[in-house]
């Protein structure tokens, strides 16, 4: 047994339906380790019950395993809007969003975010960024406007496998993206910030001014 079995053991078990989804994503993708997971998916769902938003953003749907976690702590009557670039992906997502009554819920946007954004005028209360590594930082910049003063952001992968403690080229602009976001994020002074060491690292904010 391995350290991430033991926490698995100790961790409420995802439902049915996340596990059927978990399933079909690993035999139906080509990189299923895009997948959120029990234990991450299980940390958001909490998170999210917690701050018990009315509106929620998330840059990167993938297959629908962490849309269907934060949704859980929407408020009554709230709207949770997913931006997915992958207009493959659109089918199985409305799919399983609907499989899980949850279609009411939720605004899925075959989009590029950065360009989405531009144009959202829309204020949210809880911002969750898994999307293109690359576009970390204009993500960041396009969320923080929509993000309403008090409000919680979510950023996943924040520790890129272990890379950002390494040198890289300058042509690796993926881990280039995620080392510039966390520096921005450190930077700011109008956020808290706090980098979780769950999986390949969770950076939890709160927007304390403008």
């Known amino acids: 047994m391995d350290l991430d079995d033991y926490i698995n053991l100790h961790t409420t078990n995802e439902d049915n339906v996340l596990k059927d989804l ?6 139906h993708t080509t990189m299923p380790r895009q997948l959120s997971g029990p234990m991450q998916g299980k ?17 990167g749907t993938f297959t629908g395993y962490s849309a269907y ?3 859980k702590g929407l408020q009554d009557g709230g709207k949770m809007v997913t931006i997915e670039i992958k207009d493959e992906l659109e089918d199985h997502i409305l799919d399983f969003f609907n499989r899980a009554g949850i279609t009411q819920k939720m605004e899925l946007v075959i989009a590029d975010a950065a360009e989405y954004l531009k144009n ?50 300058e042509n690796d602009h993926y881990t280039q993206g995620v080392m510039q976001l966390n520096d921005m994020v450190q930077a700011d002074p109008r956020v808290q910030n706090v980098l979780i060491p769950i999986r390949d690292g969770l950076t939890l904010i709160r927007k304390l001014s403008n």
């Open 22 to 27: 978990r399933r079909k994503t690993n035999l």
């Open 43 to 59: 940390l958001l769902e909490m998170l999210s019950i917690m701050i018990n938003p009315k509106n929620i953003l998330e840059i």
């Open 69 to 71: 976690c934060l949704q």
């Open 120 to 169: 959202d005028k829309r204020q949210y209360d809880l911002i969750f960024i898994d999307g293109d590594k690359r576009q970390y930082p204009q993500y960041y910049t396009l969320s923080m406007e929509r993000l309403r003063l008090g409000g919680y952001m979510l950023i996943d992968n924040v520790l890129w496998s272990g890379k950002v403690l390494e040198h890289q080229p």
